[in-house]
């Protein structure tokens, strides 16, 4: 670490680059995106560094989330914000993510539309700047900054850039982003007085969860337990609303299926591949470890909704004809799955979604590359128009073979590893929840393969009569996924390991047994009633 | 064996086929037909030899189980307590038999596909697939993890996926490749399941520390390593309804895979794909997985018997009703699906019951004659140019002696007449007899399956071969070329010869099999395995099964092949009306799953599709509604004007700014 601020780096560094296009004229459409692409490839390296060195590191820190590459500053004093960066085997991985697909999302900018491309790659690369910062920020008003500052640029590059449904599809993302994001910004401030009457003027993660919310246990009546409705509860619950409906879970969802309708492709591989898991990665590392009273409290219906997420994302895969709207909800259908893994609360679990969020990311990012190859090459996405293409286009069948196997998490994919464990520790919860999860296999495998063979089989069609095959370039894009499927499938031990390094400082956080106890009992509550009138 | 030598031997016989399989696919079209030929037949050659040399070394080690387990890499490691699993392998009688089989009788097709691909410009891909699809296989018997096995497992599904849809342009054929898939996720899924309660519940006592008092309490494994969980089965519980559990999930997956009720309808729809295909992985290798599965898991098995009762009960159903619908149907390679679902039914009974090397001795000999038969009927179907039903056939005895020959030796020992089933089937029969759930219930509908077979193999002959050809291709049939005759030709050897050899010098009672295999479900932490009959009820056995199956193929004969039996009047009858019309709607299960879970899923996805998310969008259209500002702004932004976004920069700011001092006014 030679203390080097490699979090710095890997946060500065798609700004500067967005900075240094702002210099180059804006006709130089090839300079641009090469800048843009060396941008991202050297962001790549610099996070393998980072990863290398937390898989090779012992983490630093006596807190209960150990961290590596710790850098921590003064940032606004008077409120006790600090800019307090750091990484763990949580988000090591997701980093590594964040630069794998941006770096693909920067290689399939069209170069052709020169108009406003160097708006566009700028805008891209503050995305990514802003989801690293997610990424990497154990300040909550820091987090949230980025947390912010991640739609902003997102939300130009869909209103731009756009197909014609746009106006909607970002509409319904504004209203959805902004009520969530705000609430959990109430919740900040909430867990900031908190600490401030603990004696801590702070936002800093760490502060925070040493000083833990007074937790108290439902109500308990025979055969179940209501949640008590405490500041702390809706402090959850804001920060929960803003994670579900990133994540998304069923019913925050419906802003994703038509965004990723509408959206430009590499906004999409990057929005599909990297900015859904930011809600699945608050989860984990705010959610669950701040909150772990109200969450286990919520913990049924939470996987409750998990569960609805896999089964409903995979019903509305199944009858869907749009190529692009098939792959929006099987995406809800498999982040459906990393929310079970996650509120299993169990080490498994947890572990599993950390893993899954990974692979899902190459899956999804792989799945909406083919769709957009396919729609440049046909001009449609409607699944009954298509078929043949395997005739055709060989090497992309061999491709989306592959990436079709990964997402209906065949054993020996990347998406079997994930998946398996996020089961097992679903299991451990409630038998039952591992058994509604593999019906979300079972309709993963018929959904996917309903449109893999749609429209790579069956007799050549008109659309598909004189379309080429992947271009070199494009290949070149599809294979590095293609592999990681297969290799992640046959050897996700590296993964692994650097998961399960952090996650049981995460499950130890979210035990509630752990906290102090205020126990309601019934005769307590009645007592209270009568008291009142 | 030591272990890095059975790593190096596996690793080989796993690496061959793989490296086959890349060469095929990816550079198999570059370099032309001589070079897949030669890469795709010489991988498997390679293969084949490799396990000779495993075979020979098991052999000659001492008597006893010889297993030798090793690891080849750690595929996840999660910390104590959590999922470990490495990609161990495991050499052991079990395995090596299912080795050579896949291997030699792979081996065999993939010379006969040669010949029947070659005017197929798919044949890299082919190649490609069928290599793959042996490295599965060999994945799959040499897994001694669940996990790795399970990889195995959907990696032969993937196999069978590819080959059935092989020709992808036909519509059919693209659905029953989904078909097969689908059904065998569920299998997975079941296995996958079956496998996290072993996880949770496997448990063992500590080994103790010697001048230690311990307290003996069983401790959680969190292992879901064969060999462990083989030693340690008795933890779950014996005859609980856990284990009932485990074992019935296991069973789901072996149904699935091995094509039996209630999981059984991909497999005539599996046809679509190229003969040798149905040869390799629709009768002789994939399709017995769930035989090997049973006997792999026979140490829980021998402790849940109700679940092996049931595994016996579907096995014997299985048969029965497979071998009713084969009377009837009308396409030649489904008349062999049907029966190579009734004779997996007999295997999967014989596990059921306890008699593990008699349902191994069974696939066996079935590998044999079943590819024969397979073989055979794809040298009939290029012959008569790609037509399947033997409607349309006829004659072809005097067109193709060598085939028909052959055919013949294989329908002997399908029918248990001579050949190879005599052996096998009167063997695990025999121990039907006096094991099992009702038995002698279920041994006595196993008698009744015998004369089905008699006479739906002999149908199958009489219609095809015998008598006038009925069709201008069936008349000017020829005979297959060298390269698709000469395995056909090993394989009825194989066919004729193997019972025999193995079985030297008496027709019943203990084979060379027994004596091989016993040790493997016989070792420590295995339960009572069934017991072999006395020798004379084991005669009596043989000679009324000998019987049956005679009086099967008398039938047959009479009615197929001299018509002096006319069967129509009788089923005319009106109790027995609506059999023809059952067995030849195979009893109606795919119209019925369509119209239980096909239809109504779809409809239910159709309505969540018109109604999920209208409803849940309703409270935005509220707020857009409300804010009808909001939206003009947003249709002004579409025309690109700077202020306009910049309007909402600020609103974001302004926002942010706010909370922000909020928090810090309210701080101070």
Same mark, same amino acid.
């Given at each position: 670490?030679?203390?080097?601020?490699?979090?710095?780096?890997?946060?500065?560094?798609?700004?500067?680059? /967005?900075?240094?296009?702002?210099?180059?004229?804006?006709?130089?459409?090839?300079?641009?995106?090469?800048?843009?692409?060396?941008?991202?490839?050297?962001?790549?390296?610099?996070?393998?560094?980072?990863?290398?060195?937390?898989?090779?590191?012992?983490?630093?820190?006596?807190?209960?989330?150990?961290?590596? =590459?710790?850098?921590?500053?003064?940032?606004?004093?008077?409120?006790?914000?600090?800019?307090?960066?750091?990484?763990?085997?949580?988000?090591?991985?997701?980093?590594?993510?964040?630069?794998?697909? #941006?770096?693909?999302?920067?290689?399939?900018?069209?170069? &052709?539309?020169?108009?406003?491309?160097?708006?566009?790659?700028?805008?891209?690369?503050?995305?990514?700047?802003?989801?690293?910062?997610?990424?990497?920020?154990?300040?909550?008003?820091?987090?949230?900054?980025?947390?912010?500052?991640?739609?902003?640029?997102?939300?130009?590059?869909?209103?731009?850039?756009?197909?014609?449904?746009?106006?909607?599809?970002?509409?319904?993302?504004?209203?959805?982003?902004?009520?969530?994001?705000?609430?959990?910004?109430?919740?900040?401030?909430?867990?900031?007085?908190?600490?401030?009457?603990?004696?801590?003027?702070?936002?800093?993660?760490?502060?925070?969860?040493?000083?833990?919310?007074?937790?108290?246990?439902?109500?308990? @009546?025979?055969?179940?337990?209501?949640?008590?409705?405490?500041?702390?509860?809706?402090? #959850?619950?804001?920060?929960?609303?803003?994670?579900?409906?990133?994540?998304?879970?069923?019913?925050?969802?419906?802003?994703?299926?038509?965004?990723?309708?509408?959206?430009?492709?590499?906004?999409?591989?990057?929005?599909?591949?990297?900015?859904?898991?930011?809600?699945?990665?608050?989860?984990?590392?705010?959610?669950?470890?701040?909150?772990?009273?109200?969450?286990?409290?919520?913990?049924?219906?939470?996987?409750?909704?998990?569960?609805?997420?896999? %089964?409903?994302?995979?019903?509305?895969? %199944?009858?869907?004809?749009?190529?692009?709207?098939?792959?929006?909800?099987?995406?809800?259908?498999?982040?459906?799955?990393?929310?079970?893994?996650?509120?299993?609360?169990?080490?498994?679990?947890?572990?599993?979604?950390?893993?899954?969020?990974?692979?899902?990311?190459?899956?999804?990012?792989?799945?909406?590359?083919?769709?957009?190859?396919?729609?440049? &090459?046909?001009?449609?996405?409607?699944? &009954?128009?298509?078929?043949?293409?395997?005739?055709?286009?060989?090497?992309?069948?061999?491709?989306?073979?592959?990436?079709?196997?990964?997402?209906?998490?065949?054993?020996?994919?990347?998406?079997?590893?994930?998946?398996?464990?996020?089961?097992?520790?679903?299991?451990?919860?409630?038998?039952?929840?591992?058994?509604?999860?593999?019906?979300?296999?079972?309709?993963?495998?018929?959904?996917?393969?309903?449109?893999?063979?749609?429209?790579?089989?069956?007799?050549?069609?008109?659309?598909?009569?004189?379309?080429?095959?992947?271009?070199?370039?494009?290949?070149?894009?599809?294979?590095?996924?293609?592999?990681?499927?297969?290799?992640?499938?046959?050897?996700?031990?590296?993964?692994?390991?650097?998961?399960?390094?952090?996650?049981?400082?995460?499950?130890?956080? /979210?035990?509630?047994?752990?906290?102090?106890?205020?126990?309601?009992?019934?005769?307590?509550?009645?007592?209270?009633?009568?008291?009142?009138? | 064996?030591?272990?890095?030598?059975?790593?190096?031997?596996?690793?080989?016989?796993?690496?061959?086929?793989?490296?086959?399989?890349?060469?095929?696919?990816?550079?198999?079209?570059?370099?032309?037909?001589?070079?897949?030929?030669?890469?795709?037949?010489?991988?498997?050659?390679?293969?084949?030899?490799?396990?000779?040399?495993?075979?020979?070394?098991?052999?000659?080690?001492?008597?006893?189980?010889?297993?030798?387990?090793?690891?080849?890499?750690?595929?996840?490691?999660?910390?104590?307590?959590?999922?470990?699993?490495?990609?161990?392998?495991?050499?052991?009688?079990?395995?090596?038999?299912?080795?050579?089989?896949?291997?030699?009788?792979?081996?065999?097709?993939?010379?006969?596909?040669?010949?029947?691909?070659?005017?197929?410009?798919?044949?890299?891909?082919?190649? *490609? =697939?069928?290599?793959?699809?042996?490295?599965?296989?060999?994945?799959?018997?040499?897994?001694?993890?669940?996990?790795?096995?399970?990889?195995?497992?959907?990696?032969?599904?993937?196999?069978?996926?590819?080959?059935?849809?092989?020709?992808?342009?036909?519509?059919?054929?693209?659905?029953?490749?989904?078909?097969?898939?689908?059904?065998?996720?569920?299998?997975?899924?079941? %296995?996958?399941?079956?496998?996290?309660?072993?996880?949770?519940?496997?448990?063992?006592?500590?080994?103790?520390?010697?001048?230690?008092?311990?307290?003996?309490?069983?401790?959680?494994?969190?292992?879901?390593?064969?060999?462990?969980?083989?030693?340690?089965?008795?933890?779950?519980?014996?005859?609980?309804?856990?284990?009932?559990?485990?074992?019935? @999930?296991?069973?789901?997956?072996?149904?699935?895979?091995?094509?039996?009720?209630?999981?059984?309808?991909?497999?005539?729809?599996?046809?679509?794909?190229?003969?040798?295909?149905?040869?390799?992985?629709?009768?002789?290798?994939?399709?017995?997985?769930?035989?090997?599965?049973?006997?792999?898991?026979?140490?829980?098995?021998?402790?849940?018997?109700?679940?092996?009762?049931?595994?016996?009960?579907?096995?014997?159903?299985?048969?029965?009703?497979?071998?009713?619908?084969?009377?009837?149907?009308?396409?030649?390679?489904?008349?062999?699906?049907?029966?190579?679902?009734?004779?997996?039914?007999?295997?999967?009974?014989?596990?059921?019951?306890?008699?593990?090397?008699?349902?191994?001795?069974?696939?066996?000999?079935?590998?044999?004659?079943?590819?024969?038969?397979?073989?055979?009927?794809?040298?009939?179907?290029?012959?008569?140019?790609?037509?399947?039903?033997?409607?349309?056939?006829?004659?072809?005895?005097?067109?193709?002696?060598?085939?028909?020959?052959?055919?013949?030796?294989?329908?002997?020992? $399908?029918?248990?007449?001579?050949?190879?089933?005599?052996?096998?089937?009167?063997?695990?029969?025999?121990?039907?007899?006096?094991?099992?759930?009702?038995?002698?219930?279920?041994?006595?509908?196993?008698?009744?399956?015998?004369?089905?077979?008699? $006479?739906?193999?002999?149908?199958?002959?009489?219609?095809?071969?015998?008598?006038?050809?009925?069709?201008?291709?069936?008349?000017?049939?020829?005979?297959?070329?060298?390269?698709?005759?000469?395995?056909?030709?090993?394989?009825?050897?194989?066919?004729?010869?193997?019972?025999?050899?193995?079985?030297?010098?008496? /027709?019943?009672?203990?084979?060379?099999?027994?004596?091989?295999?016993?040790?493997?479900?016989?070792?420590?932490?295995?339960?009572?395995?069934?017991?072999?009959?006395?020798?004379?009820?084991?005669?009596?056995?043989?000679?009324?099964?000998?019987?049956?199956?005679?009086?099967?193929?008398?039938?047959?004969?009479?009615?197929?092949?001299?018509?002096?039996?006319?069967?129509?009047? /009788?089923?005319?009858?009106?109790?027995?009306?609506?059999?023809?019309?059952?067995?030849?709607?195979?009893?109606?299960?795919?119209?019925? =799953?369509?119209?239980?879970?096909?239809?109504?899923?779809?409809?239910?996805?159709?309505?969540?599709?018109?109604?999920?998310?209208?409803?849940?969008?309703?409270?935005?259209?509220?707020?857009?509604?409300?804010?009808?500002?909001?939206?003009?702004?947003?249709?002004?932004?579409?025309?690109?004007?700077?202020?306009?976004?910049? *309007?909402?920069?600020?609103?974001?700011?302004?926002?942010?700014?706010?909370?922000?001092?909020?928090?810090?006014?309210?701080?101070?």
């Amino acid at each position: 670490m030679n203390g080097f601020p490699w979090l710095t780096a890997i946060l500065l560094l798609p700004a500067a680059g /967005a900075l240094i296009l702002q210099v180059i004229p804006g006709k130089a459409a090839d300079l641009i995106k090469g800048v843009t692409v060396m941008v991202a490839a050297a962001e790549v390296v610099l996070v393998a560094i980072v990863v290398h060195g937390v898989a090779t590191t012992s983490a630093i820190g006596g807190g209960p989330l150990p961290m590596h =590459y710790v850098e921590q500053a003064s940032w606004i004093p008077a409120i006790g914000a600090s800019y307090h960066l750091g990484v763990d085997g949580v988000s090591a991985w997701i980093l590594a993510l964040n630069a794998g697909v #941006f770096l693909l999302g920067a290689l399939v900018v069209p170069r &052709r539309s020169t108009e406003r491309l160097k708006l566009f790659c700028g805008l891209m690369l503050l995305a990514e700047a802003a989801t690293t910062g997610v990424l990497i920020s154990l300040d909550l008003l820091l987090f949230y900054v980025f947390w912010e500052g991640m739609l902003i640029p997102l939300y130009f590059l869909l209103a731009f850039y756009g197909n014609e449904n746009r106006g909607r599809a970002t509409l319904k993302f504004v209203i959805y982003t902004v009520a969530g994001s705000l609430l959990m910004l109430l919740a900040i401030l909430y867990l900031h007085f908190q600490a401030l009457a603990g004696g801590h003027n702070t936002f800093d993660l760490e502060v925070l969860l040493q000083n833990p919310l007074p937790v108290q246990t439902g109500v308990a @009546l025979p055969f179940t337990t209501i949640p008590t409705l405490s500041p702390a509860m809706f402090a #959850f619950l804001a920060f929960a609303l803003a994670f579900a409906i990133k994540l998304p879970m069923v019913p925050f969802h419906t802003w994703l299926p038509d965004l990723y309708e509408s959206a430009p492709a590499p906004v999409l591989v990057f929005f599909a591949g990297v900015v859904s898991k930011m809600g699945a990665y608050g989860f984990i590392r705010f959610g669950i470890t701040l909150f772990s009273g109200p969450v286990h409290q919520l913990q049924p219906l939470l996987v409750a909704l998990a569960i609805l997420s896999i %089964l409903y994302g995979a019903m509305m895969a %199944l009858s869907q004809t749009d190529l692009k709207r098939i792959v929006a909800y099987a995406s809800i259908s498999h982040l459906g799955f990393i929310a079970l893994g996650i509120f299993s609360l169990d080490q498994n679990g947890i572990d599993g979604a950390v893993i899954q969020i990974l692979n899902h990311g190459i899956i999804i990012a792989g799945l909406f590359l083919v769709v957009g190859v396919v729609e440049a &090459r046909t001009g449609t996405r409607d699944i &009954r128009e298509l078929g043949g293409l395997q005739k055709r286009m060989p090497w992309l069948y061999v491709f989306f073979l592959v990436i079709t196997l990964g997402a209906l998490g065949l054993p020996g994919t990347n998406g079997f590893v994930g998946e398996v464990t996020i089961m097992l520790g679903a299991f451990q919860y409630f038998w039952l929840l591992a058994v509604l999860a593999g019906l979300g296999v079972l309709l993963a495998s018929w959904y996917m393969l309903r449109m893999h063979q749609g429209m790579m089989h069956g007799p050549v069609r008109a659309v598909t009569e004189k379309v080429q095959d992947l271009r070199f370039r494009e290949g070149l894009v599809l294979a590095p996924l293609a592999v990681l499927i297969v290799l992640l499938g046959v050897f996700p031990h590296p993964v692994g390991t650097v998961a399960a390094q952090a996650v049981p400082g995460y499950v130890t956080l /979210a035990d509630a047994s752990q906290h102090p106890v205020v126990v309601p009992t019934v005769a307590h509550v009645s007592a209270l009633t009568e008291v009142e009138p | 064996m030591n272990a890095s030598t059975a790593a190096l031997l596996a690793g080989l016989v796993l690496l061959f086929p793989l490296a086959g399989s890349a060469l095929c696919g990816l550079i198999g079209p570059v370099l032309g037909r001589r070079f897949v030929n030669l890469a795709g037949t010489l991988s498997i050659g390679a293969a084949f030899v490799v396990t000779l040399v495993i075979f020979v070394q098991v052999l000659g080690a001492a008597s006893g189980h010889q297993s030798t387990t090793a690891t080849l890499w750690n595929w996840l490691n999660l910390g104590p307590g959590n999922l470990n699993v490495s990609v161990d392998i495991t050499i052991d009688q079990l395995s090596v038999l299912m080795l050579l089989v896949i291997t030699g009788v792979g081996l065999l097709i993939h010379v006969y596909s040669v010949g029947y691909m070659e005017h197929d410009p798919g044949a890299a891909r082919f190649f *490609s =697939y069928m290599n793959f699809f042996i490295f599965s296989m060999a994945l799959l018997v040499l897994a001694a993890n669940m996990v790795i096995l399970i990889i195995g497992w959907a990696a032969v599904a993937l196999s069978s996926y590819l080959l059935i849809g092989f020709w992808y342009e036909r519509e059919s054929a693209v659905l029953a490749a989904r078909k097969a898939f689908i059904t065998q996720v569920i299998g997975d899924v079941a %296995l996958v399941i079956a496998a996290i309660l072993i996880f949770v519940n496997l448990s063992a006592v500590p080994a103790c520390p010697p001048n230690e008092k311990c307290a003996g309490l069983p401790q959680a494994l969190h292992t879901l390593s064969l060999p462990q969980i083989f030693a340690h089965a008795s933890s779950l519980g014996v005859g609980s309804p856990l284990i009932t559990l485990i074992c019935i @999930l296991l069973a789901v997956g072996a149904f699935a895979k091995s094509a039996q009720f209630p999981l059984h309808t991909w497999l005539p729809d599996a046809m679509e794909g190229p003969t040798p295909v149905s040869a390799l992985i629709h009768a002789a290798t994939m399709v017995t997985a769930g035989v090997y599965l049973i006997a792999r898991f026979h140490s829980l098995f021998d402790l849940a018997p109700i679940a092996s009762g049931m595994v016996a009960c579907v096995g014997m159903g299985t048969a029965v009703m497979a071998g009713f619908i084969a009377l009837s149907q009308v396409d030649i390679k489904r008349v062999i699906a049907y029966s190579t679902m009734s004779q997996i039914g007999l295997m999967i009974f014989a596990v059921g019951i306890g008699a593990y090397a008699a349902g191994m001795y069974q696939f066996l000999l079935h590998a044999f004659f079943k590819a024969l038969l397979f073989l055979a009927a794809g040298n009939v179907i290029h012959a008569v140019h790609d037509e399947q039903d033997i409607r349309e056939m006829g004659g072809l005895d005097s067109r193709m002696r060598v085939t028909a020959w052959c055919f013949l030796v294989g329908s002997l020992a $399908l029918a248990g007449f001579l050949f190879a089933g005599m052996f096998s089937k009167e063997d695990l029969l025999g121990f039907g007899m006096i094991n099992g759930p009702g038995s002698p219930a279920l041994y006595i509908v196993g008698i009744g399956v015998n004369v089905l077979t008699g $006479l739906y193999a002999f149908r199958l002959y009489g219609t095809t071969f015998r008598g006038e050809p009925r069709s201008e291709a069936a008349r000017n049939a020829h005979e297959s070329k060298a390269v698709m005759l000469w395995p056909v030709v090993i394989l009825a050897g194989l066919s004729a010869l193997a019972g025999w050899i193995l079985q030297w010098p008496v /027709a019943f009672g203990p084979h060379l099999i027994d004596a091989f295999l016993n040790p493997v479900f016989t070792s420590p932490g295995s339960g009572p395995i069934a017991k072999a009959p006395q020798l004379w009820p084991g005669v009596l056995g043989f000679v009324i099964g000998l019987t049956c199956s005679l009086i099967g193929i008398a039938i047959a004969l009479r009615i197929w092949v001299r018509h002096d039996l006319d069967p129509s009047r /009788a089923l005319a009858r009106p109790g027995l009306r609506l059999l023809p019309r059952l067995s030849f709607n195979k009893l109606y299960f795919d119209e019925l =799953y369509d119209t239980l879970l096909v239809r109504p899923t779809r409809a239910l996805g159709r309505g969540l599709r018109r109604v999920g998310d209208p409803v849940m969008d309703s409270w935005i259209k509220g707020v857009s509604d409300v804010a009808t500002d909001f939206s003009s702004v947003f249709r002004s932004v579409q025309t690109g004007l700077i202020r306009d976004y910049a *309007s909402y920069m600020v609103l974001f700011v302004v926002i942010f700014t706010i909370g922000v001092m909020l928090a810090a006014g309210l701080a101070r």
